[in-house]
């Protein structure tokens, strides 16, 4: 079985802006292998997003070449998009994305639905890590900023995915909040062997990672 989880062969996007046209990758290669830790930097508007929602499958290339767990996803259709990322991606979003009408257990519990699976000790072993066995129960809205994110953090690492996307995951705490969110957010991802690449802003975050890029100008540096 490969290591690789994520490859980009010469990937290029980008979109027209009236009369111009903007490229916001060019010529994109990488490799992400199991349990590799990446934090992703670079200006605003430098494609950093972009290239998040390509590896997850919510925005497509035209050109280059995509391979997930050593597929090439070039002819993919919805029915193997939505398999990969049912079973194989976490997903954490600066704003959360928690289903508000549940409770911290259901919200944790919907990837598991999601993938045929039951509730399991490692799911337990989150809530505890995560300081959440106390709120379990309680209706995700009542939360705090914190308590929310580690919500989404046990939401997306429940089915033990291979790939967890990241998108500024701290951008909305404060900065002692961040750490521990960062801290614990490694920790977790390090025992279930699941391979994050992190978008962020931030320096501290970023030092959490095991490698850094740093995307300008439609260019990866590391």
Not at 113 to 123: A, D, E, T, V
Not at 143 to 152: C, F, P, Y
Request: aromatic share 6%.
């Amino acid at each position: 079985m490969s290591s690789e989880i994520v490859r980009l062969k010469k990937v290029s996007k980008g979109f027209d802006d009236g009369d111009k046209y903007h490229q916001v990758l060019d010529d994109i290669c990488l490799t992400i292998h199991r349990a590799d830790t990446v934090a992703l930097t670079g200006p605003s508007g430098s494609g950093k997003s972009t290239l998040l929602n390509i590896i997850g499958g919510f925005e497509f290339i035209k050109q280059g070449q995509l391979l997930l767990n050593s597929s090439d996803t070039t002819h993919w259709q919805d029915k193997q998009w939505s398999q990969f990322r049912r079973q194989h991606l976490g997903v954490v979003f600066q704003q959360f994305n928690l289903l508000t009408p549940l409770n911290v257990r259901d919200n944790i519990a919907f990837s598991l639905r999601l993938n045929q699976q039951s509730w399991s000790p490692w799911c337990d072993y989150l809530l505890s890590q995560l300081g959440l066995e106390e709120v379990k129960t309680r209706n995700v809205e009542t939360l705090s900023g914190g308590q929310q994110q580690r919500v989404a953090i046990a939401r997306a690492l429940a089915h033990k995915p291979s790939l967890l996307l990241a998108d500024e995951p701290t951008g909305n705490l404060d900065e002692k909040a961040g750490q521990q969110v960062m801290a614990l957010l490694t920790q977790l991802a390090h025992e279930s062997q699941t391979s994050i690449l992190m978008v962020t802003h931030s320096n501290e975050c970023a030092g959490f990672m095991q490698r850094r890029w740093h995307l300008e100008q439609g260019k990866i540096h590391e």
